[in-house]
């Protein structure tokens, strides 16, 4: 962990562009901060209304529905996320931050009493689930369920439009104050939400970040099983547990692609891009532009300003991000005031692996000891 290499770095520093090869497409990644920012604020012509497009290995084998509203532009894009966005500012509540935070800290005293844990699927996996059961206002048993998925809701799970459809029916029988009841309940232009949008909104919801979140959650773990020392530096200040989120998002960046495609054709960086090809947007490497950040192959605990963009940037920044990050602060803040030490017994780095790059996103394993 303390040393995750970044493939994309001889590339970046000799051009801005890297071709790189997805199913046999090649797609140019934007690798740098300030171009993938300028490609973001330009929706017109790098547009996100590619349905099962806008991951550079399309998912129209995993799913039949367009994802809402990450798959869409303005004005549709911006009145959809509108209707959802009150549900994902939850976490900013205090009563739904002090929850949160018993939550983790029990997770925390069970590992500290047990003889290990594993990181990934006994701890990284169940949190993520029983922290989202929070954020869709169910009950937390759904999170054994969702736990059976695996690591990604699409990749390795399945039945997960037959579960959301179940659950839109159920909450149209006895509504409530949940997630599937809201979609129930309210009207995009004067008109209830079809059978289809609600899925579509459902479906990127529990597939955008599961993985990312665990990723991060199990990397912070073995990063302190490795670097007993820096859990002094979370405990000196409050200051140093929002710095420390932030860092380790950007760190270990754990969604390495998303794509847009030019309806019109445009140039990136210099660089043409034919009309209806598309860009793939580098998140790791703009994490790691040396022009930005200092330092930017370690991970640095306190580092301020911190302009990352693990959460995207411009209108599609990632609606998750405040339940992302209080899951993380929070993780933080239990491991800086219990944990003395963790000590790391094996662990089996999760790579990803393309023609033009191999990278590492987080882990399959990581046995751990909490003392």
């Not at 303390?2 to 001889?10: A, H, R, S, V």
């Not at 993520?128 to 809701?153: F, M, S, Y």
């Not at 998002?249 to 445009?266: D, E, K, N, Q, W």
Request: proline share 6%; hydrophobic share 40%; with cysteine.
């Amino acid at each position: 962990m303390t040393d995750l290499k970044d493939p994309f770095k001889e590339a970046r520093q000799t051009g801005p562009i890297q071709m790189t090869k997805f199913n046999g497409e090649e797609i140019p990644l934007v690798l740098r901060l300030q171009d993938l920012r300028k490609t973001l604020k330009e929706w017109q012509s790098f547009s996100s209304d590619h349905p099962f497009k806008v991951v550079p290995h399309t998912e129209e084998k995993m799913r039949t529905i367009r994802q809402i509203p990450i798959e869409m532009d303005p004005p549709d894009h911006t009145e959809y996320r509108a209707l959802v966005q009150p549900f994902f500012k939850r976490p900013n509540d205090p009563a739904y931050i002090k929850d949160m935070e018993q939550m983790i800290q029990s997770m925390v005293r069970m590992a500290l009493s047990a003889d290990q844990v594993e990181a990934v699927h006994e701890f990284a996996l169940p949190l993520q689930c029983r922290a989202l059961t929070r954020l869709l206002n169910v009950p937390e048993t759904e999170a054994d369920i969702w736990k059976e998925w695996g690591l990604h809701a699409l990749t390795e799970g399945g039945g997960l439009e037959e579960y959301t459809a179940e659950q839109f029916t159920k909450a149209e029988k006895n509504p409530g104050g949940d997630f599937f009841s809201m979609l129930n309940r309210v009207e995009f232009r004067g008109r209830k939400l079809t059978f289809e949008e609600k899925q579509g909104i459902a479906n990127v919801t529990f597939a955008g970040g599961k993985d990312t979140v665990i990723n991060v959650v199990s990397s912070i773990i073995v990063y302190f099983a490795e670097n007993g020392e820096a859990l002094k530096i979370l405990g000196e200040s409050e200051k140093n547990i929002n710095t420390a989120c932030e860092e380790f998002v950007r760190y270990v960046s754990p969604l390495t692609a998303i794509a847009r495609t030019c309806p019109h054709g445009a140039q990136v960086a210099g660089q043409d891009i034919p009309v209806g090809s598309r860009v793939g947007l580098c998140w790791p490497s703009a994490n790691r532009d040396e022009s930005v950040f200092d330092q930017a192959d370690e991970l640095v605990l306190d580092r301020t300003p911190n302009p990352h963009v693990g959460f995207g940037f411009g209108i599609h920044n990632c609606l998750g991000a405040p339940q992302a990050r209080l899951i993380i602060r929070s993780l933080l803040k239990a491991v800086s005031e219990k944990v003395k030490a963790i000590e790391l017994i094996s662990a089996v780095p999760r790579m990803e692996e393309e023609e033009s790059y191999i990278r590492q996103v987080g882990y399959n394993h990581a046995l751990v000891k909490f003392n």
